[in-house]
């Protein structure tokens, strides 16, 4: 009875399933960063390839990180990569939108920028808005249209897959969706689109009920506008400040880089803890 008792205090609980998923769920801000360090040094790797290329007899004064990605970003961000990227971000491919819409409406006053369409620079921050939003309704699109066609047990299925993970998606994620628009009605379409880890799934779950096309298209639109609002707002108030930002964009840099590589590893810590706990 001993020896019985023995093996059933030794007995671990083999399914760790939720807390498998949790570690997934913190690692979502920690990949967000890992992509725009990913997007920030292929910006400067083709900014020192050009440089390279230069014919210049003259040694030009050194630009800082900060210049070099605003740089990029003027000379190659358009309205049509804006609404391809936002498309993507409200898709269940995981990309910050943060990384589009803020930075394309600082450099949209700037005459040499592929966004500075007009002289108007407040026209040109709302047609980011407009074609930022278009991407938003197109990615929300594909969620609605999968989820409709598929049906629940498939899409479940998925997220579970490791195809899904990579995407940082999980059942709890769309269960949790699922749970939100059950509790709040059509209008969670609308008011999802700002809450952070609800937004880009809402509309799975307005397919998965067969929400009327017509109102779930209107409540999105409306939602995802006002979150491109906010972004490029950031974006508008920081444009106000380029003077000041360009007289300290080497000590802005670092202070970025140095933000960027704290949060990293804090997030990447945390995971490799609880990972360490469940075992």
Known sequence: PSASKKRSTNIRPTHHYPRAMGIITDTLY?????????????????????NNNDTLTTIPQEQSMLMKVENWYAN??????????????????PFPSEIVIPPAAYVAGKKDSNLHVTDNYFINVLLIVLFGT?????????NY??????GRPI??????????????????????AEDYFNEHGKISTFVGRLIPGIRQLISIPAGLSKMHLGQFLL???????????ILALLGYIAHGQMDLIHAYSHELSIAILILLGIIAVYVLVKAIVKKIKIK
């Open 30 to 50: 920690m990949k967000r960063f890992l992509i725009l360090v990913a997007l920030l040094a292929a910006i400067l790797s083709g900014v020192s390839a050009q």
């Open 76 to 93: 190659n961000m358009n309205y049509l990569s804006i609404t391809l990227l936002m498309t993507i971000e409200s898709s269940f491919i």
């Open 134 to 142: 278009i991407g938003a309704l197109l990615g929300a699109i594909i």
């Open 145 to 150: 249209v999968l989820a409709l066609w598929l």
């Open 155 to 176: 899409i479940y299925a998925f997220a579970d897959s490791k195809i899904g993970h990579l995407c940082l998606l999980s059942s709890e994620k769309v269960k949790k």
């Open 219 to 229: 409540y999105t639109f409306l939602g995802a506008s006002i979150w491109n609002m």
